[in-house]
């Protein structure tokens, strides 16, 4: 069936250090894979994607990987920083022609200054 | 650039009842998708609107409805409210309909059942 599996499902971390929150998916068809940050009470926000042609794509501080074969993907947040808590969402794609996501459980991320 | 808005914010309604929630995609945005969060849990995808038209939808009955009109805007109706469907139901807009388009999302309506 259709199904993203998300962990951890909480992070702590020290302020400075890496985090990586992995995702696994079930459609080998799936070609979308977006990651949304969702801070209390407030709208889920897209912070990075990445399409199947790709293996890795960077943006400043967040980068994030896609492995086909395996079918997971991981977010990596460097040099975390307190503003970076939040709950964060991994997604598929999981139809050929029409944008529906299927979205993991969620990750809190907690960063201790 | 006036990004996805929706309306109300939050919404009282009792068991029975029926309900109806608004969403104006983000400018430039002809295609709009409608998902439940529930507390504590990832974005649930109920249906997507391109062309005016229902294009997928997802697991949840037909007491969920949706419409989309000329104009981009869609709106989402849920009839028969049942205390499970407390939830905040959240718009996405984006562009084209594909898979592979990037989805924002607007603030969302609080619907809470009584």
């Known amino acids: 069936g259709e199904n993203v599996e998300q962990h951890p499902s909480t992070l702590s971390v020290q302020e400075g250090d890496s985090a990586v929150i992995k995702c696994t998916y079930s459609?080998?068809?799936?070609?979308?894979f977006p990651w949304y940050k969702q801070e209390l009470g407030k709208r889920p926000q897209l912070i990075i994607d990445?399409?199947?042609?790709?293996g890795e794509k960077k943006d400043q501080r967040i980068a994030v990987t896609l492995n086909k074969t395996a079918k997971h993907f991981s977010l990596h947040i460097t040099e975390t920083q307190p503003e970076d808590s939040a709950v964060y969402f991994c997604?598929?794609?999981?139809?050929?022609?029409?944008?529906?996501?299927?979205f993991g459980q969620g990750t809190t991320l907690q960063v201790k200054p | 650039d006036a990004g996805v808005t929706q309306s109300p914010t939050h919404l009282i309604k009792t068991r029975g009842q029926q309900v109806t929630l608004r969403c104006s995609p983000k400018?430039?945005?002809?295609?709009v998708s409608w998902y439940q969060q529930a507390l504590g849990q990832g974005p649930q995808f109920i249906f997507q609107?391109?062309?005016?038209?229902?294009?997928q939808r997802g697991n949840f009955p037909d007491r969920f409805s949706g419409h989309q009109f000329p104009n981009y805007s869609s709106e989402l109706n849920v009839n028969a409210l049942l205390l499970g469907d407390s939830a905040l139901y959240l718009c996405?807009?984006?562009?084209?309909?594909?898979?592979?388009?990037?989805?924002?999302f607007g603030d969302g309506t609080r619907l809470s059942i009584l």
């Open positions: 996405a807009s984006s562009l084209g309909g594909a898979s592979n388009q990037p989805q924002h």
């Open positions: 459609d080998s068809a799936s070609n979308y």
């Open positions: 990445i399409r199947s042609n790709v």
């Open positions: 997604a598929a794609s999981f139809s050929s022609n029409t944008g529906k996501l299927i």
């Open positions: 400018s430039g945005h002809d295609t």
């Open positions: 609107y391109y062309e005016e038209e229902e294009r």
